[in-house]
Structures are given as C-alpha cells and as structure tokens.
C-alpha cells in the first residue's frame, strides 16, 4: 500500500512534533483518517477530537507549519538519503511490528535485508576491558554475518560500529539528532565508513535537528526494536545502555551482559541485569546461541577472535614494536627502552597509548598483554 506525496509531506509536518511518541501520532492520524487531515483542523477542533490540551494542540500545528517538508525531501535526497513511511516497501518490517513504528523514517546507506541484526550498547565512559569485549564480540558477529546495530555514540557504540567497518561489514547506526548532522562531530569519519561498507543510518528527527538529551532514551527503542538481541557490554545501573535493554524486555527480546569487574561502576550494569537473569556473555557463541533457529541459516560459524587481535591492526609501528617486545611477559617501562634503544619519552608514550587502547595492563610497574 502506498501512500499519495501530499500524504507523505503532512506525514513529515507531523512527525516534526517531537512530544508526541510516535504510537499517539499514529492514533491521531487513525482518527481522522490522514495526516492531510489532521492539518485542516484549527486547535480548538484538534483538541475537542483528539481529546487533548487546546494549548498543546497549537503548539502541535505550530510545530507542523514550522517546518517546511519539500526541503526536508529535498535536503534529505541531497544528501543521498530518503524519507520512508510504513506504507513504503523498504521500511523495516522490525519497526512496523514495533509498538511506536517512526511515522517518517529518515533513512542514508542501504537497510541491510534478510540479515540477522543484533543490538551492543554501553556506556560513552567507555573502560580498557569495555573496549576489548566491545571489539571481541562486535569482530566475531561481524565475521559471522551478522548485523551490529548501535547508536553512533561516543564509547562502546563507536567501538561497535567501528570493529564492523575495519572488516568492511555493514552496521546500522540509530541516531539520536537528524541525519543532516553528526553527533558525536568526531565520529565523522566513522559515519562516513558506515555508509562506504552498505550500512545505514537511520534517525526519525527532522533533517538537521541537533542532540538533545530526551532524543537518545527515545531512540534506543529502535535499536531494541531492529535487533533480535540486544548486548550490553558497559554501563552504570542507571544509563542509557539499561534503558535499550528495559525496551527490549518489553518487545519480548533477549537481554545479554557481559559481565564486569565488581569494583567497577561501568559494569553495574550488566552485572545487575545478570543478577536479574539476563544471559551471560563470555563469546561470540554465548550470543549465536540466543539467536532463532530460524534465521541461523543466515550466519557462518563464529571464527576465533583474539581478543586483541583487531585492535593491533593498524597500530603505529613503535607501539607494535613494543607489543612485541613485551610478548607473553611482563616489563617495565625502563627494560622496553633499553631493549628497543628509543627515548624515554617515545616510549612512555607508546605505553600511554597502548593501554588507553586497553591492549596492556600496568601493575606494579610492570606492564603486559591485556586479556578479555
């Protein structure tokens, strides 16, 4: 079923009204039969029909004349993207079954079709262990076929996507503004690897609406709603990460956790969510084994994955010479400088790097491998 153009244009106008979810909207356009129709009312009928406030009934129409829905098309088609409505083929059959479906879905890249799609959320304070599982597990997916689906952010989100594209795999990335804009600015590059390797980005915003703190809770129910299964790698009891796995819960989906050091804040969450059942995350096996049996014919057996291995790819050479001299032991930072013959300051900073990276661990002044 399709939908006329003048349609698809008041559908845009609605959807520009960011305080209705979009279940309500949905309701308002069954009650009077269209979008079109909607904004033929004044906000005094609007409001006596739909049975709400007459002063959120005009601040809605103000919304919806506000913004101008040829230059939304157009902007959107400039930047090589579309505007879908659940009446269009491409839209997501993951969202149309959804209890809030996006009433106009802004859409760049291509919306991987028949693939298994699961969901990795964590925390922006994003630790060294966070980062190794994040890259592990996200590799391994990958590797297998399946589809990570994250939120762009900074943290675990951008490790996510980022482990997808280094093996040229696509991802899809739900974003908290418009598709005009890139948040966090310094993931640019990383939206841009999205689109080259057939992934999507995907946001229900108005084209250029900037972040705001009530639009990423709102569109974690996205990245519930597309994934078959959601992991959360990283998080505090309260965060963003918990609220997708709460979402999920609630579509019926499968939580997993991988669990974390006790000491540490940013594994309260997932830890918490295992204490109330959710299934543990040890492999990329630990999440397959979640997935339908169904769709499994989809996916290639998950390869070993070194949890390290990824994240040495493309590493300066100096901070790989001294991977290397490190080996299976332990060093301090004096021995790898009389062992390599460079500076003091070359190689402190090679071992900075190297463990914000979280491929070493420092105890004692010794410095070794990491391990996931």
Not at 90 to 101: N, S, V
Not at 185 to 202: F, K
Not at 318 to 343: C, F, K
Request: hydrophobic content about 40%.
């Amino acid at each position: 079923m399709s939908i006329s153009h003048s349609e698809r244009l008041a559908r845009i106008r609605v959807n520009a009204f960011l305080y209705f979810r979009a279940d309500w909207l949905a309701r308002l356009i069954e009650i009077f039969g269209s979008a079109e129709e909607i904004l033929k009312q004044d906000a005094e009928t609007l409001a006596r029909e739909a049975q709400m406030n007459p002063s959120t009934a005009a601040h809605f129409l103000r919304d919806a004349f506000a913004i101008n829905p040829e230059e939304e098309l157009e902007k959107t088609e400039k930047y090589g993207g579309r505007i879908l409505v659940p009446e269009d083929e491409e839209y997501p059959q993951a969202l149309r079954d959804c209890k809030e479906p996006p009433i106009a879905l802004y859409v760049l890249g291509k919306l991987p079709q028949n693939k298994v799609c699961i969901g990795m959320v964590g925390t922006r304070k994003i630790t060294a262990y966070g980062r190794r599982a994040a890259n592990t597990l996200a590799t391994g997916l990958s590797e297998a076929g399946a589809v990570i689906v994250s939120g762009l952010a900074r943290g675990i989100d951008s490790e996510c996507h980022a482990a997808a594209v280094r093996l040229h795999k696509p991802t899809i990335a739900v974003i908290g503004t418009g598709i005009g804009r890139c948040y966090p600015p310094e993931n640019r590059e990383l939206a841009r690897a999205i689109l080259q390797y057939d992934g999507a980005i995907i946001s229900e915003l108005p084209f250029n609406k900037p972040p705001n703190a009530f639009h990423f809770p709102r569109r974690n129910r996205l990245i519930a709603a597309l994934s078959e299964v959601v992991v959360v790698v990283e998080g505090e009891v309260k965060s963003g990460a918990l609220i997708t796995a709460k979402l999920a819960l609630e579509m019926g989906k499968d939580v997993l956790a991988v669990p974390g050091p006790i000491d540490s804040p940013q594994s309260g969450g997932p830890n918490h969510l295992i204490q109330d059942g959710a299934g543990v995350v040890t492999s990329v096996k630990d999440i397959i084994d979640y997935i339908p049996q169904d769709q499994l014919f989809d996916l290639q057996a998950p390869a070993e994955v070194s949890p390290t291995q990824t994240l040495q790819e493309g590493l300066p050479e100096i901070e790989q010479r001294v991977l290397e001299q490190i080996g299976s032991g332990e060093l301090s930072a004096d021995q790898v400088v009389e062992a390599l013959g460079l500076s003091v300051p070359e190689v402190a900073s090679a071992l900075f790097e190297l463990e914000v990276k979280g491929l070493l661990v420092c105890n004692d002044g010794l410095y070794a491998k990491s391990k996931f």
